[in-house]
């Protein structure tokens, strides 16, 4: 007979993993199943997030962010660097001993929180007895079965069609990070987060980048005058951006790659590389999850449907994080895995989708929540704008990192913040604050008068919540 649970939870990446360690806290008997090996074969929990995604990501950035300051920045502060090398290996094997602390951080997660893990793929079997029946198909094969199933599958990266990954010369964002030596030309299909993130690794260790957007504007999610700042700080760095492309054949051989496309202008150009990394998006993993047995829903796109309460069409059946509709993001996976938890409790478990933070780990760093500019415009709110540079904040110029700034969006008749755009230096911890500001409905003149220690970048936040009532202190 099968081992019975009261909830059984597919996949143990950001989602998966805190919603089974919810529902464990709540009393529930929980199993979660997860497939991931790491070099060894043995169990990698995590996800994408944690073993291709955001952590390894994170180790690559801040390496190359060192030995960019090295060759670049310490002079500055008057120290002398010569000879400034980098060890690729070293760097790599660094990125893969976070990522296995990661992975270890949530067995024993697990284990604290007495849920059994199974390493495997999960797949759906049948509908049973008022429960489920889950296959696992790992060393060796076994049936569970739970009365409650939460699957967070995630996502994988979308290729071009006819231009499949060989995660060597044309790479998804898994062989973007295990590159084994700086390429001389390095290009990317797709200026989105990964593309930033990976061409700023390898920019700053010597790669020449190009990247190729079809969009005609850059970072077309984020504010404007903030994503037109950004981009001009990336071309000052040395990365070829070109908008409005439209990418044509893709040839791989020996010696590099080789990219067809048409130029903003019309014009016919070619694009020769040793590396190419396409980021143009990421896809719904539903592939394997044997939907049809049991008649799960999927929408076109081959993503779970639900409801507004992660419920999908099937009773005490759930489905979170990228594997659904929404941002994919980590952090969203993870409130969503904890509602469900909650739901599954008879208690009221929450998101809002509103105070969702978004951040780019580039630098300088883009974070925001909240409405763009362009966004109140379109909807035809009234709004007020503030904004506040670093360039005048005494924290930024002692960091010696003063590009950017913190733009702050407030209604024009409550003053109730409404939105937060930061470019500039350790924007992804700044915007916390906007965050919980936003969670409480908070004006713009809460924040100014909130007091922020001096001197910190925090302070730029408050200028700005005071410039949009025209009164900064500052600037």
Aim: with cysteine.
């Amino acid at each position: 007979m099968s081992q019975q649970f009261d909830v059984v939870v597919i996949g143990a990446g950001p989602g998966g993993y805190i919603a089974a360690i919810r529902a464990a806290q709540l009393g529930f008997n929980v199993a979660c199943i997860d497939e991931w090996k790491n070099a060894a074969g043995g169990p990698a929990p995590g996800g994408t997030c944690t073993n291709v995604g955001c952590i390894p990501s994170k180790a690559l950035l801040q390496s190359s962010e060192h030995f960019d300051h090295a060759n670049h920045h310490f002079a500055d502060h008057g120290i002398t660097a010569t000879g400034v090398k980098m060890d690729i290996a070293k760097m790599l094997a660094r990125k893969d001993s976070v990522v296995k602390q990661n992975n270890e951080g949530i067995l024993f997660l697990f284990k604290k929180n007495k849920v059994s893990f199974f390493h495997g793929r999960g797949s759906f079997v049948a509908a049973k007895d008022g429960a489920y029946e889950i296959k696992v198909a790992g060393k060796v094969e076994e049936t569970i079965s739970g009365k409650h199933v939460v699957v967070a599958t995630g996502s994988s990266a979308r290729t071009l069609p006819g231009t499949p990954f060989d995660e060597d010369n044309i790479l998804s964002n898994d062989g973007a990070l295990r590159i084994g030596a700086v390429p001389k030309k390095l290009g990317l299909i797709g200026s989105g987060v990964i593309g930033l993130e990976m061409g700023s690794v390898w920019r700053r260790l010597g790669a020449e980048v190009t990247v190729l957007e079809g969009l005609p504007t850059f970072l077309g999610a984020v504010d404007q005058q903030i994503a037109k700042e950004a981009h001009k700080a990336f071309i000052k760095q040395g990365l070829k951006i070109e908008l409005g492309v439209k990418v044509g054949e893709i040839k791989s051989a020996k010696k590099g790659v080789s990219v067809a496309y048409t130029n903003a202008k019309g014009e016919a150009v070619s694009l020769d590389v040793d590396k190419l990394i396409i980021s143009i998006g990421r896809v719904a993993n539903t592939t394997g999850l044997a939907a049809d047995t049991v008649g799960l829903a999927l929408d076109e796109r081959g993503a779970i449907v639900v409801d507004a309460d992660c419920k999908t069409n099937l009773p005490n059946v759930w489905a979170v994080g990228d594997v659904v509709r929404g941002p994919m993001l980590a952090h969203k996976a993870e409130e969503e895995g904890v509602a469900v938890a909650e739901r599954i409790a008879g208690q009221h478990g929450h998101v809002n989708f509103n105070t969702i933070p978004w951040v780019i780990y580039t630098n300088p760093e883009i974070a925001w929540v909240g409405q763009t500019e362009e966004q109140l415009k379109a909807a035809g709110r009234a709004y007020k704008a503030g904004t506040f540079p670093f360039m005048a904040n005494g924290r930024a110029r002692a960091l010696g990192d003063t590009t950017g700034m913190v733009k702050m969006l407030a209604d024009a008749a409550t003053d109730e913040i409404l939105g937060v755009h930061i470019v500039g230096p350790m924007a992804s911890e700044l915007i916390a604050e906007c965050v919980v500001a936003m969670e409480f409905r908070a004006s713009s003149e809460d924040i100014a008068r909130i007091c922020h220690a001096h001197p910190s970048l925090s302070e730029a936040t408050k200028e700005a919540a005071l410039a949009v009532d025209k009164r900064t202190l500052n600037f």
